[in-house]
């Protein structure tokens, strides 16, 4: 069997002006494999364009449940997920490691149509709602593709289906994702897990 992994090798990234682990001075690539590591269990494993595990996501329960946790290599949870239960249309909460007590670090709305430019869901980070902090997840060209955009309309993140160097597809569960430098890498991939639980697909 092949190797999944990004097969270009990302220079050493230099020092971040930021002191998170997930924040780079440099563009990372990941690959995400819509497969859980739990045996019998369902999510996602996503490695650094070394090729090295750098976020797991699993649920331990069934497909499409209502409670995610985003975890690092190690399996310690950086963000726990869930969907919040409303009449009309779908919100997901995203709390800072494990558990969901106090207020949400981010919150995803999904739109009911894609009116507006292919929007997907509207997002809000941290405790005050102001536009500084809102960004966009919009709909590409194929199914499992999108990006995310901040609130100048700029381009942090971009998720589409993962192609060999010879340009041949890998699959619909094998994934390339790219995040922009200074951007969260956690909090993309929390973002994503969102939208695999939009789709069904997680």
């Not at 992994?5 to 690539?29: D, G, L, M, W």
């Not at 963000?79 to 409303?86: A, D, G, Q, V, Y």
């Not at 995803?108 to 894609?114: A, D, E, L, P, S």
Request: proline share 3%; net charge positive; charged share 20%.
């Amino acid at each position: 069997m092949g190797k999944i992994h990004p097969e270009n090798i990302s220079p050493p990234s230099s020092p971040s002006f930021c002191s998170s682990p997930y924040v780079t001075s440099i563009r990372e690539t990941f690959t995400i494999w819509m497969k859980s590591l739990v045996f019998h269990g369902n999510g996602c494993t996503v490695f650094n364009s070394k090729g090295e595990l750098a976020f797991r996501v699993d649920n331990y329960q069934e497909k499409c449940s209502n409670e995610v946790f985003l975890m690092d290599l190690n399996g310690q949870v950086l963000f726990s997920i869930k969907k919040e239960k409303l009449r009309v249309f779908g919100r997901w909460s995203g709390y800072l490691c494990g558990g969901f007590k106090g207020k949400p670090w981010f919150q995803v709305r999904k739109n009911c149509t894609f009116s507006r430019g292919n929007v997907i869901c509207n997002v809000n980070l941290g405790y005050e709602k102001s536009i500084e902090n809102c960004y966009k997840i919009q709909k590409l060209d194929r199914k499992s593709s999108f990006k995310v955009t901040n609130n100048t309309g700029e381009i942090v993140a971009e998720l589409k289906q993962k192609q060999s160097s010879r340009g041949f597809a890998y699959g619909d569960d094998v994934l390339t994702l790219e995040v922009e430098p200074q951007v969260d890498q956690s909090l993309i991939m929390a973002l994503v897990t969102v939208c695999g639980l939009i789709s069904r697909k997680l």
